[in-house]
């Protein structure tokens, strides 16, 4: 059984206010304004008084003590830490944005190494590891070696573990029980703890550790308080090894509505637990990886990342995404002297391909979101990719005659020079085939990347520009080639 003997009960934020004696309820609205955190506000505005700054920090909410800290310079934030309580430091420095967190315990590592390695031990395990790990190699063993030997073997344990997979993700701060433990003996370990409300079930493990069954709170409380808990476990528990990727670990969470999952080694011994709170973390930043991979941007690339993290990130697809633009833009040169005779041309390729490019990132938005969130079956590849193109030719024909009209009614003014409904009719049909090419790109790029292996979410955007813009420019100029006798002034 692993305990946390300075958290209490008090230390579980909860929204409902117990009946008893002492001052009257009061509603707080979600968002509103704490005077801590006002007092915190009128302490910054006007100057930083480093221990009244921390005295009045240590009394905000971890998230929002977070959020006082990131306004800070680092080192100015590393000095309101050391003024704060170890217990109140630990869990803002948790909640505050990694590049910033990993910043400011860096400088707390060079100033005070001691006081750093302290406030590593007092966090949560699994989030001093996580902070572990964005660290430098040399700071993060010169913090282990400063630590308590049983604490720094706990994190080493858990730093060992990628951080892609559910061993990366699992906390050994957890509560086991003894299959022998009797009701009543449970009912007082429980008193000691800090049971988190979303927490309906406990583990059960036997003598050497293996994870045999699970309780209800519930069963407990019905429960004969002499009665073992063997007696009311059930036998049947899931759980997870901690090499499953962190992804699939997230949607078992969100496909079964679990708070918690067991995390066992190949000789079914307890290791840790996986709570819903981190997968939630873990959804989110999942979503933000694959939205900043359709762009190019690097996956782990945060708001407050350095320079180079960003450079490095950024830049190659940038530079891929040069080189394939300028292979789509080959069909304005090899089409230059048809451009010169009808300048609208150039004219109509800038409406048709931005508009083009956009229904494909819709259909790819859409595929890979299936993708992620396992929808795409694969005897159903056919249908899905059937129903997207039919949806690119419909919304391809409604824009199509859009055009088609708007450049007959263009053809009266006299100031626009090459307008008519023959080139109308050219521009419809160029927006007909040229959408209904890009929602196939969009819903077959993700496709083809994960048959081969390669992350649907990867740069997909840029492979997909390419391909609409040199659909949308090669069939606009291609039909007026073909079409040219019959087009006026061509």
Not at 323 to 333: D, E, F, N, P, S
């Amino acid at each position: 059984m692993t305990s946390d003997p300075e958290r209490t009960d008090a230390d579980v934020p909860s929204p409902h206010t117990p009946a008893g004696s002492g001052p009257a309820p009061r509603i707080k609205e979600v968002g509103e304004t704490s005077p801590q955190d006002e007092r915190v506000a009128a302490l910054i505005e006007h100057t930083i008084d480093v221990p009244v700054l921390a005295s009045a920090v240590s009394e905000q909410e971890a998230a929002d003590a977070a959020d006082t800290l990131e306004t800070l310079a680092e080192e100015q934030a590393a000095e309101v830490l050391e003024q704060m309580d170890d217990r109140s430091a630990a869990d803002a420095l948790a909640e505050m944005q990694p590049p910033l967190a990993v910043g400011v315990m860096q400088d707390l590592l060079e100033e005070d190494l001691g006081y750093a390695a302290r406030l590593l031990a007092v966090m949560a395990p699994d989030d001093a590891a996580d902070l572990l790990q964005s660290i430098e190699e040399s700071y993060r063993e010169e913090a282990l070696a400063a630590m308590d030997l049983d604490a720094a073997a706990v994190l080493r344990q858990l730093v060992g573990y990628d951080r892609e997979s559910a061993g990366g993700l699992m906390t050994t701060d957890y509560l086991a029980l003894g299959r022998r433990m009797k009701v009543n003996e449970v009912t007082e370990v429980i008193r000691g703890r800090a049971i988190p409300e979303s927490i309906h079930h406990l583990l059960v493990i036997g003598d050497d550790g293996r994870l045999v069954g699970v309780v209800g709170l519930r069963d407990l409380l019905l429960g004969d308080p002499d009665q073992e808990i063997a007696e009311l476990m059930k036998t049947t528990v899931k759980a997870v090894r901690p090499d499953l990727d962190r992804e699939q670990v997230a949607r078992e969470f969100d496909r079964y509505d679990y708070a918690m999952l067991p995390v066992v080694d190949l000789d079914e011994r307890l290791i840790g637990v996986v709570t819903v709170d981190d997968v939630i973390d873990i959804i989110r930043a999942e979503q933000t990886e694959d939205v900043q991979k359709t762009v190019g941007a690097g996956a782990v690339e945060a708001v407050y990342s350095g320079v180079a993290e960003k450079f490095k990130g950024r830049f190659p697809w940038l530079g891929v995404s040069l080189l394939l633009t300028c292979v789509g833009a080959l069909a304005l040169l090899v089409f230059r002297e048809m451009i010169g005779r009808l300048p609208i041309l150039a004219y109509l390729a800038m409406v048709i391909a931005p508009v083009v490019g956009n229904a494909g990132h819709q259909a790819l938005a859409v595929t890979h979101r299936g993708i992620v969130l396992d929808e795409v079956r694969k005897g159903r590849v056919g249908p899905l990719i059937g129903r997207e193109v039919t949806v690119g030719v419909l919304i391809g024909l409604a824009l199509g005659a859009t055009m088609a009209a708007a450049l007959g009614l263009l053809s009266y003014v006299p100031q626009i020079q090459g307008a008519s409904w023959q080139l109308g009719l050219v521009a419809g049909t160029c927006m007909t085939v040229a959408m209904a090419s890009a929602t196939l790109a969009g819903v077959t790029i993700p496709l083809i990347m994960r048959r081969l292996g390669i992350d649907p979410a990867h740069a997909s955007s840029i492979m997909l520009i390419l391909i609409t813009d040199a659909i949308s420019i090669t069939v606009l100029l291609s039909l007026v080639v073909l079409l040219s006798a019959w087009l006026p002034e061509a």
